[in-house]
């Protein structure tokens, strides 16, 4: 039985995807599937159960990487196939069965959504699956006998940013003697490009252990992440992968939707501005607000409250 599943470009989309993923591995645990995703989280599903095959989409003008991969699997009858991207792929396809997403609900998370596409009413939550070697050598890197906070300080656009240095403060309160992550070192990770943003929180615990993630490969990052006792940062792809890994994830919003963004699993959490995202957004277009301030909202002190109740909601804490 063959499976095409087609997701996202973005990795923090596709990750969110990975839910329905593993409800269909389930359901199907003979079906040899096929994922078509972009180039950059492709690597994120080369150990998930019952994938035999991978294929990087990569954008092409005119379209044009749609045709690729139609030649790609066109070749093979497929049981299923589901499209997460809606292409026209799946009406050009020898095929059963094709799904694709309807109508967005807004009240609605996107994990919530797509479980709905094969009827399940508890959605089955997404889990990043990890190499032996990238395990291995995450083991490697982070202390044994220290924890481990993670921070992810970017973001895909500056909006979306907390300011780094209530990054820095909320990590000097989690971390204090007495605190519940008390002498933890501190992970911060971020793309390759986003050094300038990230620098500053590694520089800012130069006397305490400090561990630069900043620019790794994302399965390294994962099997990083999934040694952490918590993970803090802005809604974007690494605050989707390490709830994936489950590690206890704070999500920091504002102008994005939680209901349908949040951190999925059990172990998540989010803190958001008070103001709306739409009002945000608004804010922004009618000069109101700089594009680089609709974060200012949440505090260092909503973050450490949050952060703190979830340590101890997930037996994280020490003491």
């Given at each position: ?9 973005r ?12 409800a ?18 492709a ?24 045709l ?52 399940e ?6 889990r ?30 500056a ?7 209530r ?11 007495g ?55 802005n ?35 989010f ?32 973050a ?16």
């Open positions: 039985m063959n499976l095409l599943f087609i997701t996202s470009n990795v923090g989309d596709a990750i969110l995807s990975m839910g329905l993923l593993s269909l591995s389930a359901r199907y645990p003979k079906a040899r599937i096929t994922v078509a995703c972009g180039s950059l989280p690597p994120l599903f080369a150990h998930h159960p019952g994938v035999v095959r991978v294929l990087p989409v990569v954008k092409r003008r005119h379209g044009l990487h749609w690729k991969l139609w030649r790609q699997v066109a070749g093979t009858f497929w049981y299923m196939a589901v499209d997460l991207r809606n292409s026209v792929i799946g009406y050009l396809l020898p095929r059963l069965w094709l799904i694709r997403l309807g109508r967005h609900r807004p009240d609605r998370h996107v994990v919530e959504e797509e479980a709905a596409l094969i009827g009413a508890v959605p089955t939550p997404p990043l699956y990890l190499s032996t070697a990238h395990q291995e050598a995450a083991a490697a890197i982070l202390p044994a006998d220290q924890p481990v906070l993670a921070l992810g300080p970017a973001a895909n656009w909006g979306k940013q907390w300011p780094v240095d990054f820095i403060d909320l990590a000097k309160r989690l971390t204090a003697p605190a519940p992550l008390q002498g933890a070192a501190i992970l911060v990770t971020a793309a390759a490009h986003e050094r300038d943003v990230a620098q500053p929180v590694l520089d800012a615990f130069a006397d305490q252990q400090t561990i630069d993630f900043i620019g790794a490969d994302l399965p390294s990052t994962a099997a990083a992440l999934a040694r952490c006792r918590l993970y803090i940062g809604d974007s792809g690494l605050m989707h992968m390490s709830a994936a890994v489950g590690t206890p994830t704070l999500g920091l919003f504002g102008p994005t939707d939680d209901r349908r963004y949040r951190p999925w699993g059990e172990q998540c959490d803190v958001r501005a008070p103001q709306g995202w739409r009002e945000l957004i608004a804010a922004v277009d009618s000069g109101a607000v700089p594009g680089d301030r609709l974060m200012d909202g949440v505090t260092v002190e909503m450490q409250d949050a952060a703190e109740r979830l340590l101890a909601r997930t037996g994280q804490a020490d003491g």
